[in-house]
């Protein structure tokens, strides 16, 4: 069964904290053998917010993914989801881009970002992060970038984004939300999850939630198990979510997971966990990667510049 993943920090580790390649959860062995087709691999530029070095950050982990023995696909998709892990590009932390819609277009030659996570927990030229929660939405560049971003087929990632920010990309972006890393707000009360009115508004544009497994979004009293990953999930779907969920692993960012979900050669645990709920296999093979790939397919689709 196609696998597909959202989200997972693994360029961060190799290129800004010079772990080997090997020693990442995420290598292209463990992708191989969880049936991972598509790891969306973030370059993770927010750390210190628009005071750090996020473009510098940014170019390092680009150049950072030569060393991952996967082939990235910084060109068009193939018309049939991959059946041997490859890689694409995300954005984590949207002052990667410094305010300039040149950069934009400099990182887009270069890695064809599929998906941008407009903030990530600290205010930026874009917006404000669900870690502060101001009241405010986005600022004018962060309704420009929107624009352009609908125009290159890069989605807008709500995930880290604050709910001011999150309503105005539901009314101001043509393409869908998506939420690459992000749980049930009402099931795990912390701001980086998603209340019921949010999932319902991603659910309605045909966007996609990638449920992340780090503990603490999947529960707020104690470590997590993989039961608690199948309540969250059957929570979305029971919203109508089944055509807009998947996962969001997060691995290499977090430091704490379900026990039997450590890394991506895990993922037929899920899997199966999910299928002695009862979801039938047409429904788990959207859960597993094809709703993640059909919304690439449709951004890709609308794009007006290729
Ligand atoms: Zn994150």
């Known amino acids: ?60 982990m680009l150049a950072g993914a030569s060393w991952l023995d996967a082939p990235m696909l910084t060109d068009m998709l193939p ?14 932390g949207g002052e990667m881009l410094e305010g300039s819609l040149e950069r934009l277009t400099e990182f887009q030659l270069a890695a064809r970002l599929r998906m941008i996570a407009l903030t990530w927990n600290f205010e930026n030229e874009i917006g404000h992060p669900a870690a ?21 087929g890069i989605l807008p990632d709500v995930s880290h984004l604050n709910e001011a920010g999150f309503w105005d990309v539901c009314e101001r972006a043509a393409l869908p939300p998506i939420a690459s890393h992000s749980n049930c707000r009402w099931l795990c009360d912390v ?35 993989l039961d608690d990953v199948v309540r969250h999930i059957d ?18 960012g977090i430091d704490s997971s379900p026990e039997s979900l450590s890394d991506p050669s895990c993922f037929p645990v899920l899997l199966d966990a999910l299928r002695n709920r009862g979801y039938s296999e047409q429904t788990l093979e959207n859960l597993a990667g094809m709703n993640l790939w059909n919304l690439l397919k449709r951004a890709e689709h609308e794009a007006e510049i290729i």
């Open 235 to 252: 929570a979305l779907c029971a919203l109508g979510g089944e055509h807009v969920v998947g996962f969001g692993s997060d691995f290499d």
């Open 191 to 225: 701001p980086r999850n998603l209340r019921k009115a949010q999932v319902k508004a991603i659910i309605d544009r045909g966007g996609f939630i990638g449920v992340n497994f780090y503990s603490g979004f999947l529960r707020s009293d104690g470590p997590a198990t």
């Open 79 to 92: 018309a049939q989801p991959p059946q041997s892990p490859m890689g694409i590009f995300s954005c984590e």
């Open 132 to 152: 502060q929660g101001p009241k405010q939405g986005l600022k004018p560049f962060g309704f420009k970038l929107l624009g352009a971003m609908d125009r290159y």
């Open 1 to 60: 069964m196609f696998v597909a993943d959202a989200h997972c920090d693994t360029l961060y580790e190799i290129a800004i904290k010079g772990r080997r390649p090997g020693r990442c959860a995420v290598t292209p062995q463990r992708l191989k053998a969880g049936g991972v087709g598509l790891q969306t691999f973030a370059l993770f530029a927010g750390r210190q917010g628009p005071k750090g070095t996020p473009y510098a950050d940014g170019l390092a």
